[in-house]
Structures are given as C-alpha cells and as structure tokens.
C-alpha cells in the first residue's frame, strides 16, 4: 500500500525527520484557510498529490505544465492550485491515462543549497534493509546508478542488530556532509530507518533531501510504501488507504480475500494456489499469450469467493479469454465445478472459457461441469489448456 507525499511527511515528523510546513486540502473552497496559514510574504509550493513520481516534470492532460510548481504570492498559489485539483496529471511513472488529482499540498518553499537522494528499501538478495544515499538528488536515481555509480553509496543493515552509529556516519561521509549538516543528516537518516522498521514499510525515497542555504536538513518530497501483509498491525497506517489511487478491480477482490493484481494481457486466470498462478501465467506466455490478471482464489475457495473472481475478471474489458486452473487439494474439484456453474448463472461469461481441474474428486467435477450444458471446453493438462485458451483468443 502507497500513501502519499504529505501523509508520508505527516508521519516523518512524528519521527523527528524535519520536514517543512504544510496542508492538504481536498476543495477548492478550502484554499484560502490553508493558505492563511502561511506567513503573507515568501514563496509556497504547489503540489499535486498523486502516487507517482515525476511530478515536477509532469504534464496535465489539458496542456497545463508541472504538478510542482513554486508560486511567489498567495493568490499565485491559488491559481495554480486551481488549475491543478482535478485535472489528471501524467508523468513517466503514471503510464500515458495519468492520474486524477484530488488533493493538493500547499507547502513552504525552502531555498536549496544542495539536493540529495536518499532511500530505504528491502533488499531482496541479502534479505537486509539497504539504505541507499547519493550525492545527485532531485533526479532519476535510476539514470545516476546507469552513468556514474560511483556517486551512490549503499549500506546493508543487519535487521537484528538495527541501524548502528558508524553506518549512518558511512551515510553522511558518503555524501561529503560536515558539520551541523553531517549532525542533523544522522539523525534524519535514524527517524527514517525507525519509521521504516517500525512501521513495515517496504520502502521510503526521499528524493530530493535537501541542505538548505542556511545549512538545515529537510526531507522535500517524500514516497512511502509499506508492506501490506504487515498491515494489519498497523491501523493508523491503514487509515491513510485512499482508494480513488487504487485499481477498482483489486480492490474489490481485496473484499473476498482474493489476491488479483491486474496485467496488460487478455487471457484472464482464475488459479488456486501463487505457484500455480504464476506457472499457469507463464505457460500462457509460453503459447505465445498475454495474461490479463494474477488471481489466486487461495486454498479453500467457496462458491461466493469463485463468483466474485468472475465478476471482477469480466469487468475488465481487455479480456477476451478465460482459462480456470484448479489443483484440487485441500480444495476438492467437485466444489470448484459447483462454483463455476454457480458463478455462470449470475454472471454471463461471454468469452472462451477453458477449464482444466486435476487431484482430488477430478471425475467427479467434470461431470458436473457437463452435465451442467456450460460452454466450456474442458482440457486435460496445464499445456493442453494454456494452448486451448491461447488459440480460442486468437482466433476469436
Ligand atoms: P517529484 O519528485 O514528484 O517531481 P518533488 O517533491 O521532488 O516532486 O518536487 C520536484 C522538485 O521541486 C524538487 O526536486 C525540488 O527541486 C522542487 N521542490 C519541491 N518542493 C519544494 C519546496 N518545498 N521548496 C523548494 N523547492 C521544492
Ligand atoms: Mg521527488
């Protein structure tokens, strides 16, 4: 689950991370009491509250330019402001629809000496911490790792023994700091790794952190993820879900315990068990198909939770073909049957349906599958099915 940029700084704070003054506000009508808040004089940023980054350098889809934007006055800030609640903002990292902005973040403007990059994630080879700092902030870290590597430092933590004193001096060092800088980064870069940990987070970019003119530290933009099997541990976490920057389809799936994320293909998988999902996915890709979703129904799937996995897979326009893969096991083939018939009479299947069952009650669940007059078409293994989905689609 991702969150956005003035939750994360809201969170920061709690942290002790220094972040600079600011308020969201979701209306229009809100803006003159948010920006009352600030001091008359001085400059406020403007900024658009999506979850993706690139703003700044982001283009609204009615020609408006940059979902950051430095205003020098207040009526400036509203202006822009206005222009930028809900009109949808597309940057290299929201794909070409773009997102709909439906909050903005009035923040003050802070005079850069320098800007930094600076994150923490789970690194899945070591299974440590890796916090990862560079010099050249502000810009793709990505481009900075491809050119010159060498101006990023990165420090594994050993999760049991937690963040220690001399990796976070490597940090600092690393990133030529001295002074009160190299003070308040240390204890910037500890707030961070104590949010991360504490909260399971899954990630923290802080990109850019910055050392002001006057020589302070301040975390200028901010991109949280956290984990969301650690979720439940953490309601006041949860509580900043917002689910207008989340796919409709996953979350509906989320509400029958479903794991369904959304692919780009058009042969939709309804599959119990992740292994099984991710092997049926990519025999479909073997036969030369594209899959239109990951969904695992899990273990013990009922009727219900097998009605609604066709609800959402229909709703996606994409799909033009349905392939079922069921091992029974602790789920039994005949109740799968039964879920699919109860799920065809509610929902129109109106695609290619191929379904392959194999294990315990197998016979048993072909014949219902049969004898319920469904049109399906049955296979007899994971190949003959990937196959007959992919060909079905193809010459559909
Ligand atoms: P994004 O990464 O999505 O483009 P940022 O929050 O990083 O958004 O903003 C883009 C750039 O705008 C920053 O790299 C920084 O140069 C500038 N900027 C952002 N917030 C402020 C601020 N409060 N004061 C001054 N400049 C800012
Ligand atoms: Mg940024």
């Known amino acids: 689950m991702n969150i956005h940029e003035?939750?994360?700084?809201?969170?920061?704070?709690?942290?002790?991370?220094?972040?600079?003054?600011?308020?969201?506000?979701?209306?229009?009508?809100?803006?003159?009491?948010a920006l009352n808040q600030f001091p008359d004089e001085g400059m406020i940023v403007v900024k658009s509250q999506i979850h993706?980054?690139?703003?700044?350098k982001g283009t609204f889809t009615d020609g408006f330019q940059g979902g950051v934007k430095l205003a020098n006055s207040k009526s400036?800030?509203?202006?822009?402001?206005?222009k930028m609640l809900g009109n949808t903002l597309v940057t290299h990292q929201t794909g070409t629809a773009g997102r709909k902005v439906q909050t903005i973040y009035f923040t003050a403007a802070e005079s850069i000496s320098h800007?930094?990059?600076?994150?923490?994630?789970?690194?899945?080879?070591?299974?440590?911490?890796?916090?990862?700092?560079s010099t050249e902030g502000g810009v793709d870290i990505e481009q900075v790792a491809e050119n010159t590597p060498g101006k990023i430092t990165k420090v594994f933590v050993d999760p049991t023994l937690g963040l220690q004193p001399y990796q976070i001096r490597e940090v600092a060092?690393?990133?030529?700091?001295?002074?009160?800088?190299?003070?308040?980064?240390?204890?910037?870069l500890k707030g961070l790794y104590d949010f991360f940990w504490q909260k399971d987070a899954s990630m923290v970019e802080v990109n850019?952190?910055?050392?002001?003119?006057?020589g302070k530290v301040v975390a200028l933009d901010a991109k949280v993820g956290f984990d969301d099997n650690a979720l439940f541990r953490h309601a006041d976490i949860q509580e900043l879900r917002d689910l207008n920057e989340e796919d409709d389809k996953e979350i509906e799936a989320a509400k029958f315990s479903l794991s369904y994320i959304?692919?780009?293909?058009?042969?939709?998988?309804?599959?119990?068990?992740?292994?099984?999902?991710?092997?049926?996915?990519?025999?479909?890709?073997?036969?030369?198909?594209?899959?239109?979703?990951f969904l695992d129904v899990g273990g013990g799937a009922n009727a219900e939770q097998v009605t609604a996995a066709f609800k959402i897979i229909l709703s996606d326009p994409k799909v033009k073909g349905i392939l079922v893969n069921i091992f029974g096991g602790i789920m039994k083939c005949d109740i799968i049957a039964e879920g699919i018939i109860e799920a065809a009479k509610k929902v129109e299947i109106t695609v290619p349906l191929v379904v392959r069952?194999?294990?315990?009650?197998?016979?048993?669940g072909k014949q219902l599958l049969t004898e319920s007059g469904l049109d399906l078409v049955s296979a007899d293994s994971l190949s003959d099915a990937a196959e007959k989905i992919v060909n079905l689609v193809k010459h559909a």
């Open 357 to 364: 069952l194999e294990g315990t009650n197998v016979e048993l």
């Open 262 to 293: 959304a692919l780009d293909g058009n042969i939709a998988c309804l599959v119990n068990g992740a292994g099984l999902a991710m092997s049926t996915m990519d025999i479909i890709k073997h036969f030369g198909g594209d899959p239109a979703n």
């Open 52 to 56: 993706a980054g690139g703003r700044g």
């Open 76 to 82: 400036e800030a509203r202006e822009i402001a206005s």
């Open 6 to 33: 003035y939750q994360a700084k809201e969170l920061f704070a709690a942290y002790g991370v220094p972040v600079s003054k600011g308020v969201a506000v979701q209306s229009e009508d809100a803006f003159d009491d």
């Open 173 to 188: 060092f690393g990133l030529g700091l001295s002074g009160g800088a190299f003070k308040d980064m240390g204890k910037t």
């Open 208 to 214: 850019p952190l910055i050392v002001t003119e006057e």
């Open 115 to 133: 800007e930094y990059y600076l994150a923490i994630l789970m690194d899945r080879d070591t299974s440590k911490p890796v916090i990862i700092a």
